[in-house]
């Protein structure tokens, strides 16, 4: 995703994480799991990766317990984790309502710009705004949702945000819509989006998800990449009752979370996704 080892071990720690907090738990444990071409790269490089990791393990309120390492042409970095949830408490991406508000808690646009980043078209400074973002826990949203009662959540990760709404949509038995023109985004995203500076992730969730999507052709064909493109430790996208959007939406932005309203929840038809 970037070129700074210890930004790299970050962002992929708070990628990890986000499986625990999008059903509302708590990290615990955290297993490092690391390919590394240790002929190839200075071992500096492999513990500023490390390093970068423990500090979001940390923020978590987690332990490291270990890890596994290979040797490999490609560096590749990531955590098993575990944590602890209430089942009471436990929010999944069944349960969304038709009458709900969707919440999304984080911008668009991080495999967009990590595609114009490869391409030297941006730099890491003009991307600050979307590795801050990605670098970001989710854990303040979850506690969030977790306390104002929310109906269903799913994170926003290398499916894009069209594949993971149609993931709440069809585990839920609900439709979706959602606004298609103007989703929010990381700063030049949009520009990049334009000049077709797009991943082969965001083609492949389109082919295989547009099926089950309705009005797409009726977008803007920059929107329509935004709206497909996979995600790296990407933000909630929340199920609430209108009755407890302010609350949830004041709370966020005070846990210091985005608060974007994209779309809603409908009765039929279900499993599907429409734009508006």
Do not use: W
């Not at 955290?30 to 940390?58: M, R, T, W, Y």
């Amino acid at each position: 995703m970037v070129d700074d080892p210890f930004l790299f071990g970050q962002i992929a720690a708070a990628n990890a994480l986000s499986d625990i907090y999008t059903i509302g738990g708590k990290p615990l444990t955290a297993l490092n799991l690391v390919s590394f071409p240790s002929c190839s790269l200075d071992h500096e490089i492999l513990a500023a990766i490390l390093l970068g990791g423990a500090e979001k393990v940390a923020e978590a309120g987690a332990v490291i317990v270990g890890g596994h390492s290979i040797e490999d042409a490609e560096p590749k970095y990531g955590l098993a984790v575990t944590g602890l949830v209430h089942p009471r408490k436990m929010v999944t991406s069944v349960g969304a309502r038709p009458g709900d508000l969707l919440v999304l808690t984080k911008p668009l646009g991080a495999g967009i710009l990590a595609t114009a980043l490869k391409g030297e078209l941006l730099t890491e400074p003009e991307i600050e705004t979307a590795l801050k973002g990605m670098a970001t826990l989710n854990a303040g949203a979850a506690r969030v949702m977790v306390e104002v009662g929310v109906n269903a959540c799913t994170d926003v990760t290398g499916f894009g945000l069209i594949g993971h709404a149609l993931e709440m949509a069809e585990a839920s038995g609900i439709g979706l819509v959602i606004n298609g023109k103007n989703p929010p985004t990381y700063p030049h995203t949009l520009e990049m989006a334009e000049m077709g500076i797009v991943p082969g992730g965001s083609h492949r969730n389109r082919l295989f998800y547009l099926p089950q999507v309705d009005g797409a052709e009726q977008l803007k064909p920059e929107i329509r990449d935004i709206l497909f493109d996979p995600q790296t430790s990407g933000g909630l996208l929340i199920a609430v009752s209108p009755d407890k959007l302010t609350e949830l939406t004041e709370k966020l932005h005070k846990a210091g979370a985005g608060a974007f309203l994209i779309g809603g929840v409908e009765e039929n038809p279900a499993g599907r996704l429409r734009f508006f």
